[in-house]
């Protein structure tokens, strides 16, 4: 019998397909959410026909939720969300075991990148599936045909809702995205735990640092800025919060961190890691304050959170790879400033990203948005929308039974007492 033709693909090697789908297996093996999802999407096919674009980090997580979606009947395109973070092994796998279209290299440069998102496009999806919302921000600057064959999205990051907020604001957004980012259980999971384990994983495993009895400056006191923190603490560090806004900083202040002006950390710091969704909140300014050996990473989505032109013009002794994803700015004085991952988001650069058990909410997430997408998205109308509340908790819910837990419901008298309040 002949082989069943390839989808569409730019991928670095097909043959590491087999080493990919082992990774699949192992990442899915600690996702039970979106292994009961699967069951079902087997059995009911909610998405029979439907084309799903993605622009997300190609990892062996991202690749149980295309599965997922393929189980209910979807064909899927994916393009990555940062060429740091492609897993090549788990590209081929997609393509050669699962039938979906990648364009994705782990170190494509900006042009691959930006031809990999339009060719994902040139599929015609009907859903998008964001993280940075590349996509969806491209299909509206593309429009035509494209956009009016959309059903919807979902975004997966802060940075991708800030994006398309100002896309409605600004009244050109043409469809209903749901706001994955901001639900619950999100919240709860990815931003805080996620984003917490990973990013120091991401640092240590690139630098090798000892966080204990160092200085861990975190710049941001956001979700994903609370989650480092609090496990830099749990380590070892001792850590400082830098923010702008008074109420993150008092609720930092509160939880027992030194909060100060970045100006003042930067003679303080050992390890930086910038988590604020702004631009060049580390330059020259406190470039030049910083210890000798500083080690400087970013758990932002976008590469701008430090200013490397900055950096590189101070390093007039010169930029060396010193270890894989570490390089030594050597200033003009003599100090050296280690870069982790070229300044790129540190989880996935650097490491694996959220651990499975971490996305297995975000992609159960994902899943049972599409499948409202497909059922409902017309009543929606364009917009940016919460996850309903029924998902949220059901996920929730599905995640507590994976893990064992019970919880008690209100007595009939509790609710009774509850709804008697006006
Ligand atoms: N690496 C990951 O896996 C991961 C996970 C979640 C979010 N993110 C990204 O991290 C960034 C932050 O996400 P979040 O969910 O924590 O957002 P958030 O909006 O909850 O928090 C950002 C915080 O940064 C503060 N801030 C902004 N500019 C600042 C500045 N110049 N100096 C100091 N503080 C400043 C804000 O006041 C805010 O408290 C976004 O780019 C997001 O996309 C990355």
């Known amino acids: 019998m002949a082989r069943a033709a390839l989808p569409p693909h730019e991928v670095a090697d097909l043959a590491l397909a087999e080493a990919g789908e082992g990774r699949i297996e192992w990442a899915l093996g600690q996702m039970p959410v979106l292994n009961r999802i699967r069951e079902r999407f087997v059995a009911e096919r ?28 979807a064909t899927a395109s994916l393009c990555s969300a940062n060429p740091l973070s492609v897993q090549d092994e788990v590209a081929a796998a997609l393509v050669g ?15 691959a990148y930006a031809a990999h998102v339009r060719a994902t496009l040139g599929d015609g999806p009907q859903v998008t599936l964001d993280d940075g919302a590349d996509l969806l921000i491209t299909a509206h600057g593309l429009g035509g045909e494209l956009l009016e064959g959309l ?33 619950r259980t999100e919240r709860a999971l990815n931003d805080r735990h996620g984003t917490g384990q990973s990013a120091l994983d991401g640092i240590i495993r690139a630098s090798h640092v000892l966080l204990a009895g160092h200085t861990l400056v975190v710049i941001g006191y956001g979700w994903a800025g609370q989650g480092i923190a609090e496990r830099a603490r749990g380590a070892g560090a001792a850590v400082i919060v830098c923010e702008i806004d008074p109420l993150r900083a008092l609720e930092a202040r509160m939880a027992g961190y030194e909060v100060m002006p970045v100006l003042q950390a930067a003679e303080r710091g050992d390890v930086f890691v910038t988590v604020t969704g702004s631009r060049r909140v580390l330059r020259r300014e406190h470039f030049e304050r910083m210890k000798d050996r500083a080690v400087l ?26 270890r894989p994803l570490v390089e030594e700015y050597r200033l003009q004085d003599g100090r050296r400033l280690n870069l982790l991952a070229h300044g790129r988001v540190v989880n996935l650069a650097a490491a694996e990203g959220h651990p499975a058990a971490v996305m297995d909410v975000s992609f159960a997430l994902q899943a049972l948005c599409v499948e409202e997408l497909v059922r409902k998205g017309s009543q929606l109308g364009p917009g940016v929308w919460p996850v309903p509340e029924t998902i949220d908790t059901e996920v929730g819910r599905l995640k507590l039974a994976a893990l064992g837990v019970e919880i008690d419901a209100p007595t009939a008298e509790q609710e009774r007492y509850r709804e008697s309040w006006l």
């Open 46 to 73: 909610p998405l029979e026909g439907i084309r799903i674009g993605a622009c997300l980090h190609v990892t062996a997580e991202t690749a149980g939720l295309l599965v997922t979606l393929g189980a209910g009947g």
């Open 97 to 111: 075991r699962h039938a979906v279209a990648v364009r994705a290299a782990r170190g494509e440069d900006l042009d």
């Open 151 to 183: 059903i919807g999205g979902t975004e997966e990051t802060t940075t991708g809702l800030v994006r398309l907020r100002r896309l409605e604001q600004e009244g050109k957004l043409q469809c209903p995205v749901l706001a994955v980012n901001e639900a």
């Open 297 to 322: 990473a970013n758990a932002g989505h976008f590469d701008v959170e430090l200013d490397l032109e900055e950096l590189r013009s101070l390093a007039t002794g010169g930029v060396t790879e010193v």
